[in-house]
């Protein structure tokens, strides 16, 4: 379980987190959502322990990430599964190579690295790609191998941060099935930051809307009516969400 106590940050004199409380179940899929530079990423962030927030507590399987040294934070780590916005693979390796790092990094030998990364990129429909380097891939194929990376380690939580970003309508709509089809293979607890409307409601079972930092809105989509503020962040697209 993720549990967020009364979580503040602030960079300077912007207070982004003014007192975020929250919970999220293993097993569940969560979507942060809100306007840009409201402080989703941020909050993901201090979650997996890559921010150190000024007040509040993080809890992960019960390890309060905020506490843990730097030891104990790389085991913890070794549960998470990251999809960074731009994917953030490196240039001069290639597609296997970038898929295989953190394989290597937890101390696994190169042939059974390389092996899970090709069952990785398999599961995400890169077989064949693997001896490409990130520049000779399409937009959509560096996400695809963003999220190979994020799930060789068959981690207990995957976190997305705006999967579809950049993206055409209809490599967003092959994200969106991959997305699906991970979480019904993996069922790790999904957290995913994002504005895409049509994600919202393929997903939106659990909403957290961001505003003012602080949770404006935490239910269903459907329910996405009750909240003023959100109502008015969706707007015109709640009927098309809803329906």
């Not at 001896?131 to 695809?144: A, D, I």
């Amino acid at each position: 379980m993720i549990r967020v106590k009364n979580l503040k940050k602030s960079f300077g004199k912007n207070h982004v987190l003014r007192g975020v409380s929250l919970e999220i179940s293993d097993g569940e899929t969560v979507l942060i959502v809100g306007k840009s530079g409201i402080g989703k990423s941020v909050l993901v962030k201090c979650i997996v322990g890559l921010l150190k927030p000024d007040e509040g507590e993080v809890w992960v399987d019960n390890l309060r990430v905020d506490k843990l040294n730097h030891k104990e934070l790389n085991r913890l780590r070794k549960s998470f599964g990251y999809v960074f916005q731009y994917s953030a693979l490196f240039d001069w390796m290639t597609v296997l190579e970038n898929v295989a790092l953190p394989l290597r990094e937890m101390g696994f030998s190169k042939e059974e690295a390389y092996d899970r990364a090709m069952e990785a990129l398999r599961m995400v429909g890169l077989g064949g790609s693997e001896g490409k380097y990130p520049q000779e891939l399409s937009g959509g194929m560096r996400k695809r191998a963003g999220i190979a990376r994020a799930i060789v380690t068959n981690p207990k939580y995957i976190f997305y941060d705006e999967p579809t970003s950049g993206l055409d309508p209809l490599t967003s709509r092959l994200i969106y099935e991959l997305m699906e089809d991970l979480h019904s293979q993996l069922s790790a607890t999904t957290v995913i930051i994002t504005h895409d409307l049509e994600l919202i409601r393929r997903f939106g079972k659990r909403v957290i809307y961001l505003d003012n930092g602080i949770i404006e809105f935490d239910g269903k989509i459907s329910d996405a009516h009750l909240s003023p503020s959100f109502s008015e962040f969706l707007g015109n697209y709640l009927n098309y969400i809803k329906g």
